[in-house]
């Protein structure tokens, strides 16, 4: 009786496909690695294109290609979205800080607002502004490709003194850079009283302006320190510098529009507050786009507090400022 013979089974493939598993390889490795079109993978394996297209597709889908993108920018991108993870805003741009002078971190904050609201107006905008040296450096860093229909309104009275701190400078700056029309306003920032304020606010004049202000499509503003030496604050209001103990009894970590707001981006009751010409914040949030810029340690609580506080889409800073930010953050544990 014959004796059957069992073959046993093969564990390794057949020929064809230990062959189109080599192709594949070579097809991933002189695309992805070596950075040849399909047609010249093609010319050199000796097989058609419509093969070479086959096999790069097969590779990926059995996840046989990896693709990591390393960027000098990465660790700013990711700071960013820790930022928007915060919540309180809508976008975030942080620059690299290349210095450890303030000025010059600035320039580069202001620099890239300015690419920043290039991108984004168009004929017919309106612009409003605040004065301040985060918006002056926007100013100066604007380098349009062309002139631009658009009106520079401000959002505050005006304050004389530091080129900086007069709105109606600042303003008619950026409307010349921009090839648009600049609108001044003839009020003071601050009024002597809440009745006075009143009066000023619904002068024929002024009340166009801050009309046209509402009517804006982009806000362009800063964001003021108030606890430290340094604040700008103190140069808007000469009774401020020797009210300290008002200001830090009323509970104010930071300034926008003028406005003195809290740890938690609410208005503080200063009387002060009070007596500004300013648009409200309500006002303020009424406008589609709120872009805020604030360089510097010194404006991360600031910051921390106007994102609280919902008052902006996009915030504006570098990589220290962003860095201090977070820090702020997880110390406290949330945003609340």
């Given at each position: 009786?014959?004796?059957?013979?069992?073959?046993?089974?093969?564990?390794?493939?057949?020929?064809?496909?230990?062959?189109?598993?080599?192709?594949?390889?070579?097809?991933?490795?002189?695309?992805?690695?070596?950075?040849?079109?399909?047609?010249?993978?093609?010319?050199?394996?000796?097989?058609?294109?419509?093969?070479?297209?086959?096999?790069?597709?097969?590779?990926?889908?059995?996840?046989?290609?990896?693709?990591?993108?390393?960027?000098?920018?990465?660790?700013?991108?990711?700071?960013?979205?820790?930022?928007?993870?915060?919540?309180?805003?809508?976008?975030?741009?942080?620059?690299?800080?290349?210095?450890?002078?303030?000025?010059?971190?600035?320039?580069?904050?202001?620099?890239?607002?300015?690419?920043?609201?290039?991108?984004?107006?168009?004929?017919?905008?309106?612009?409003?502004?605040?004065?301040?040296?985060?918006?002056?450096?926007?100013?100066?860093?604007?380098?349009?490709?062309?002139?631009?229909?658009?009106?520079?309104?401000?959002?505050?009275?005006?304050?004389?003194?530091?080129?900086?701190?007069?709105?109606?400078?600042?303003?008619?700056?950026?409307?010349?850079?921009?090839?648009?029309?600049?609108?001044?306003?003839?009020?003071?920032?601050?009024?002597?009283?809440?009745?006075?304020?009143?009066?000023?606010?619904?002068?024929?004049?002024?009340?166009?302006?801050?009309?046209?202000?509402?009517?804006?499509?982009?806000?362009?503003?800063?964001?003021?320190?108030?606890?430290?030496?340094?604040?700008?604050?103190?140069?808007?209001?000469?009774s401020s510098s020797t009210d300290r103990a008002a200001i830090e009894r009323s509970g104010a970590s930071c300034e926008l529009l003028a406005h003195l707001l809290d740890d938690h981006g609410r208005v503080c009751d200063y009387s002060l507050n009070r007596s500004l010409v300013s648009?409200?914040?309500?006002?303020?949030?009424?406008?589609?786009?709120?872009?805020?810029?604030?360089?510097?340690?010194?404006?991360?609580?600031?910051?921390?507090?106007?994102?609280?506080?919902?008052?902006?889409?996009?915030?504006?800073?570098?990589?220290?400022?962003?860095?201090?930010?977070l820090e702020m953050a997880s110390e406290e544990g949330h945003l609340a």
């Amino acid at each position: 009786m014959p004796i059957a013979k069992f073959k046993p089974k093969t564990t390794t493939a057949p020929r064809e496909e230990i062959v189109i598993a080599r192709q594949m390889h070579q097809a991933l490795v002189l695309h992805f690695l070596e950075g040849l079109t399909q047609a010249q993978i093609a010319d050199q394996l000796g097989i058609s294109h419509a093969t070479v297209n086959r096999l790069i597709k097969r590779g990926r889908q059995l996840g046989l290609v990896e693709i990591k993108i390393k960027s000098p920018i990465e660790p700013l991108v990711d700071m960013e979205e820790r930022l928007l993870a915060l919540g309180g805003i809508s976008r975030a741009i942080v620059v690299p800080s290349v210095s450890d002078n303030p000025q010059t971190a600035l320039q580069a904050v202001g620099d890239a607002a300015a690419r920043l609201l290039i991108e984004e107006i168009d004929d017919g905008d309106t612009i409003c502004i605040t004065g301040g040296k985060g918006v002056s450096a926007v100013v100066a860093g604007l380098q349009p490709p062309r002139r631009f229909n658009v009106e520079v309104i401000p959002a505050t009275g005006c304050v004389q003194g530091k080129h900086y701190t007069d709105v109606n400078h600042v303003s008619t700056l950026m409307a010349d850079r921009l090839g648009g029309r600049s609108y001044q306003i003839h009020a003071p920032l601050f009024a002597d009283d809440a009745e006075q304020r009143g009066m000023l606010i619904n002068m024929r004049s002024v009340a166009d302006v801050f009309q046209r202000a509402r009517e804006a499509k982009i806000a362009l503003v800063g964001i003021g320190s108030i606890l430290t030496d340094d604040s700008s604050y103190y140069d808007l209001h000469p009774s401020s510098s020797t009210d300290r103990a008002a200001i830090e009894r009323s509970g104010a970590s930071c300034e926008l529009l003028a406005h003195l707001l809290d740890d938690h981006g609410r208005v503080c009751d200063y009387s002060l507050n009070r007596s500004l010409v300013s648009l409200t914040l309500p006002e303020f949030a009424s406008i589609p786009m709120k872009i805020g810029v604030a360089s510097g340690p010194n404006k991360a609580g600031p910051i921390l507090s106007v994102m609280r506080g919902n008052h902006l889409d996009t915030l504006v800073t570098d990589e220290a400022t962003g860095a201090r930010i977070l820090e702020m953050a997880s110390e406290e544990g949330h945003l609340a």
